[in-house]
Nanobody, 123 residues
Framework: QLQLVESGGGLVQPGGSLKLSCAAS????????IGWFRQAPGKGREGISC???????NYADSVKGRFTISRDNAKNTVYLQMNSLKPEDTAVYYC?????????????????WGQGTQVTVSS
């Protein structure tokens, strides 16, 4: 079974940058779509970005132009580069794998989830 572990979160000032990693083990995800989601206090889970097995990407309007998703299939790892961070980006960030769809979507229907990593943007 596929296991996912997120890392790279932390405390950063507004305007700063962080790079999150999602490492898979137990099984390759080279043929799957991968999504990044986040959940802020008191809010529902939000899909922010995804990348298909072929490398096509989607972004939520809230992060478009600031965040970049990428994947390294040789390392079985997906990344989320976050620039120009804002206080409203504060949330727990999760990566997830979709084993069904060929094209990635920003819905909440994914099969495997990581434990999450906290991102806090504050001055």
């Amino acid at each position: 079974q596929l296991q996912l572990v997120e890392s790279g979160g932390g405390l950063v000032q507004p305007g700063g940058s962080l790079k999150l990693s999602c490492a898979a083990s137990g099984k390759t995800f080279n043929y799957n779509s991968i999504g990044w989601f986040r959940q802020a206090p008191g809010k529902g889970r939000e899909g922010i970005s995804c990348i298909s097995s072929g490398g096509r990407t989607n972004y939520a309007d809230s992060v478009k132009g600031r965040f970049t998703i990428s994947r390294d299939n040789a390392k079985n790892t997906v990344y989320l580069q976050m620039n120009s961070l804002k206080p409203e980006d504060t949330a727990v960030y999760y990566c997830a794998v979709d084993t069904v769809r060929a094209m990635c979507v920003l819905t909440d229907s994914y099969d495997f989830w990581g434990q999450g990593t906290q991102v806090t943007v504050s001055s």
